[in-house]
């Protein structure tokens, strides 16, 4: 009973709307815009935020990076002291066993030398990156291990010229062969393969750091600490711009993993206060990703704010355009409303009449710009790099406020029109 | 005059307004008095017709006992209820259940079709509409416009709106249909079919109050009220159905 008085009461709004088609058209653009600019607003932040996010979680959330930095050129020079000596800087080996012993919480430290070196087999050459680094690796660093075997401590300790490759050098160094039954070589050294992993989450920072044009990304050949220590030795020289320089790093990289997320918030200005300590200059760098993550969801949050807040200006400006149009439409349905309320209707029946027209209005609207709102982000990132995600809760948000906005923007306007006089309303012109 | 007395006169008797007055304030201090103190008792079945000059207060008589206003003084019985205490929500029930509105420009609903229109008083009794059709048929067959049912208003001659305005004053089976001018605005042979039918509805039982200012049409009548200044001048019986008076 009730449903079938409201569904006509919806039948009619729609009436009495369509006697208008254009002027309802104008009326809902407004809506229209305010909430496909909403949704179309937050997918695109939600999609550069999460393309941010996952980068972050690629580190591990658990994890703390240091990274060896060559330091700014002034000091530089004041530390090298003449120009031929090789440049000193980064982390040592001291400063990840006293990380190890001396930061509490502490589950794994894991340090890498990284050296770019051409990586043979028979015919083949390979650029790549030789990363001399403990059998603890693939724990902090996710890994998949395709065939064969990590490092094992073995290794370390006998320094053994093994060697463990990525799928994709693999590939192209052995196009033909099993590499496990082969040893590439790097400079004079053969090392046998052991083992061909797959990096999980390839901490894409540290490859682009120094690639080349055209350089694939996973050419990685992991070789123990000790080995890379004795066989390359701790001087590298590197071709800069034309001229040889000589550096002299100890570890590139050193990986902290810790026990829990607690661990990591504090651990953070531990490891700066030690390294600061211990380092004349700053020659390196401390990466939290959880704390890259928390500002990310900071910036997010702020972002959302200010798009929440265009959104609101947005479907405002809809909402008096709605309440304008039905204030006009209340001056010039006056007469129909005397009928009605001569015929038996009550205040509430002519308040509800009104109010369901502006709430399909809206509502419509908000429909035609909930599909705009889904199809436009899906649009933009086909024209352009942008990463868009259209998330359900936004396209809820959007739809339930234009409803709202109907509602409170017809209010008014039903009201008014219900308080007409029936006889004053059956006299308008 | 106590309840006793009023219920002892006429078994019959639908409408008693007993000196009834309205007044319409225009601003600051500047009172109309429309209406100054009427008296008068309609049984079912009258077919009553209000006579009077220009601004005598015809319409504002027919406005009331039709329950689209409430008395500024005096007391008005519909049914045996008080008018005069009703809320404004009760009004309109009353209304939509018990009287039926012939107005002089039709007044339907632009937007609706002709069976459409004839339905709205339905919609605010909370009836559903799809067990009516076939009394909607009846009443647009009634008034000669069965196979008009999906026209609009604008696509119907007046008279043949004042019909359809005529079947959706029936739709309720109200206790009295008010007709407030239905002539007025229609050429003389479309009127009579108008009034024809009017009379049609008198002889089937239904109670009918007519203004008009039209001689001819209030000789239909069997009762002629004529009003002066706000008051009824005289009440003209012309067939002795109902007891007639002189004031
Ligand atoms: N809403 C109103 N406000 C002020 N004066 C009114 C109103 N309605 C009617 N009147 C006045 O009341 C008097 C009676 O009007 P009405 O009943 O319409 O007369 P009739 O229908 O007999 O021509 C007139 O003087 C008219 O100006
Ligand atoms: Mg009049």
Request: glycine share 8%; net charge neutral.
């Amino acid at each position: 009973m009730f449903t079938f008085q409201f569904v006509s009461t919806v039948r009619l709004g729609i009436k009495s709307l369509m006697l208008h088609k254009l002027r309802s058209f104008l009326t809902m653009l407004g809506i229209i815009f305010g909430v496909c600019s909403v949704i179309a607003m937050l997918a695109i932040g939600e999609g550069a935020s999460h393309a941010a996010q996952e980068e972050i979680k690629k580190l591990g959330s658990n994890n703390i990076l240091i990274r060896s930095l060559k330091p700014a050129e002034e000091s530089r020079e004041a530390a090298a002291g003449a120009r031929r000596m090789a440049i000193k800087y980064g982390l040592t080996y001291e400063d990840a066993a006293r990380l190890h012993s001396t930061i509490p919480g502490v589950r794994q430290v894991v340090p890498m030398r990284i050296i770019r070196e051409n990586v043979r087999f028979s015919r083949n050459e390979v650029p790549c990156q030789v990363i001399g680094t403990l059998p603890s690796y693939p724990e902090v660093v996710g890994v998949d291990i395709v065939r064969g075997r990590f490092l094992c401590q073995l290794d370390e300790l006998h320094q053994n010229n093994v060697c463990v490759i990525t799928v994709g050098l693999a590939r192209r160094l052995f196009p033909y062969q099993d590499p496990l039954e082969h040893a590439l070589r790097i400079d004079a050294f053969y090392y046998q393969v052991i083992g061909i992993i797959r990096e999980k989450n390839m901490p894409e920072q540290r490859t682009q750091a120094g690639r080349m044009e055209g350089e694939p990304l996973d050419n990685n050949v992991y070789i123990p600490l000790s080995t890379s220590r004795t066989r390359f030795g701790e001087v590298l020289i590197r071709q800069a711009a034309g001229s040889f320089q000589a550096e002299e790093v100890q570890l590139h990289q050193v990986t902290i993993q810790m026990k829990d997320l607690a661990a990591v918030e504090t651990a953070d200005s531990q490891i700066n206060t030690m390294l600061r300590r211990f380092h004349e200059q700053k020659d390196y760098e401390v990466i939290v990703p959880l704390a890259l993550l928390r500002a990310a969801e900071r910036t997010k949050r702020t972002f959302n704010i200010v798009l929440g807040s265009i959104a609101a200006i947005s479907l405002l400006v809809g909402g008096i355009g709605i309440m304008n149009i039905m204030l006009a439409t209340v001056t010039e349905r006056t007469r129909e409303i005397g009928i009605r309320r001569a015929l038996g209707a009550k205040r509430r029946d002519i308040t509800t009449q009104f109010l369901v027209e502006t709430v399909v209005l809206s509502v419509g609207g908000g429909l035609v710009g909930v599909l705009l709102g889904i199809v436009t982000p899906y649009i933009v990132s086909h024209f352009s790099e942008l990463k868009t995600i259209v998330t359900v809760w936004s396209v809820m948000i959007a739809f339930c406020i234009s409803g709202a906005v109907g509602i409170i923007f017809g209010l008014y306007p039903a009201t008014a029109a219900a308080k007409l006089d029936p006889i004053e309303a059956l006299r308008h012109e | 005059m106590s309840d006793r007395v009023r219920m002892t006169m006429h078994s019959d008797e639908i409408i008693r307004l007993e000196g009834v007055h309205k007044t319409y304030s225009l601003g600051d201090e500047v009172t109309v008095h429309a209406l100054r103190g009427v008296d008068l008792t309609i049984s079912a079945g009258d077919y009553v017709a209000i006579m009077g000059p220009s601004g005598s207060g015809k319409s504002t008589l027919l406005n009331l006992l039709g329950c689209l206003d409430r008395p500024s003084a005096g007391k008005y019985f519909l049914g045996g209820e008080d008018v005069s205490k009703m809320d404004d929500d009760t009004l309109s029930e009353v209304r939509g259940r018990r009287i039926g509105f012939i107005f002089q420009s039709y007044n339907l609903i632009a937007q609706l079709t002709v069976i459409e229109n004839i339905q709205v008083p339905l919609l605010y009794q909370g009836k559903d509409l799809r067990h009516y059709h076939d009394r909607c048929m009846q009443l647009a067959e009634l008034v000669g416009l069965g196979d008009r049912l999906h026209h609009r208003p604008n696509q119907l001659s007046g008279g043949q709106q004042q019909r359809v305005a005529i079947a959706r004053s029936l739709i309720n089976d109200p206790l009295m249909i008010l007709a407030d001018e239905p002539t007025g605005n229609l050429d003389s042979k479309t009127g009579q079919e108008v009034l024809e039918l009017i009379d049609r509805l008198n002889k089937d039982g239904k109670t009918i109050v007519l203004v008009t200012h039209d001689d001819r049409v209030a000789s239909r009548a069997d009762r002629v009220i004529h009003m002066k200044d706000g008051v009824i001048d005289r009440q003209v019986a012309l067939k002795d159905r109902t007891n007639s008076t002189t004031s």
